[in-house]
């Protein structure tokens, strides 16, 4: 039996070999002689606003329509993946299909002891690990635009003060933005994208940044942007110094939040001595004690 699983193992190892030299030479004779555009950005624009064609779609089992597509959508729009979620949700079944085959073969090499069985538990254990994030990727993905979304109200709550802070210079919209720049971290690319187009069509750039950021003050820091762009007078300063405020109250709550949560993790952490204590120190006499009543009964 353990011959035969072993013979499985080569085989299955030696076609993979095969699988992947063919994908690599199909890889190659599909590469065409084009000519590369002139400004990088707009090969990777290219690439990420390219979406699955219908027909991997239909092999790989993926509808636009399901309810949970559109939620893993939305929660990679809220962590900045600009990409078609269709490609995601492929490779995510695609790892899944994958494995799940690893796991069977470990498995079986395990029951059968081929090599040692102390590896082949630890890549069950790894493969396991694997298929359960796979699995729970909604809340990993939830937590991730959380995150994002934190860090980007902490940057917008920086960047309106600073320019609630030029409000009464003469300088254009567009140069006040440009010295807001250092203070964007998470936003700074699409930031750098928005003022390299301003020019072009203010509008249209502000709406790309809008849905790149995906978040609710995101979109009301853009609509700021937009009406001071249109109307730059000291009332639309008043409705930034406004939301600024608002910006703030978020983030009191989000860290009060974190500390709450924070707190929780202590007690946890806190009770794990006292539960060691009682085990190595007061549950020996509890145990002798009660073989004492025992022995009296």
Sequence with gaps: MAAWIETGINAAAIAGQYLFAFLAFYLLLRLKPERKPRWLHLTLGRMKRREMPDRWMKLAGIDRSHPAFAEREALLAGCGVTADAAWYVFARKLMLGVLFA?????????????????????????IGTLIVLLFGDLPLLRYVRR???????????VIS????????????????????????????GDLEK????????????LRTFKQKLGTDEGMSFVETIDAL?????????????ER?????????????S???SGS????????????????VFIYPWVREGQKLFDSLG
């Design 194 to 205: 928005l003022l390299a187009e301003w020019y072009h069509d203010a509008g249209s750039a």
């Design 258 to 260: 974190r500390k709450e």
């Design 102 to 126: 690893a796991l069977v073969l470990a498995v079986l090499a395990r029951v059968a002891s081929v090599l040692a069985g102390n590896a082949w538990t630890f890549c069950i254990i790894v």
């Design 229 to 241: 762009r249109q109307h730059e007078s000291r009332e639309y300063y008043e409705l930034l110094r």
């Design 147 to 157: 995150l994002r979304a934190h860090q980007i109200t902490k940057e917008i709550y």
């Design 264 to 279: 929780y993790v202590l007690f946890v952490l806190a009770g794990i001595p006292i539960m060691y204590t009682f085990q």
């Design 161 to 188: 003060n600073q320019l609630l802070y030029l409000a009464d210079s003469s300088l254009h919209i567009h140069t006040k933005l440009m010295r807001c720049l250092p203070f964007a971290r998470t936003m700074r």
């Design 244 to 256: 600024i405020q608002d910006y703030k109250e978020k983030l009191e709550l989000e860290k009060e």
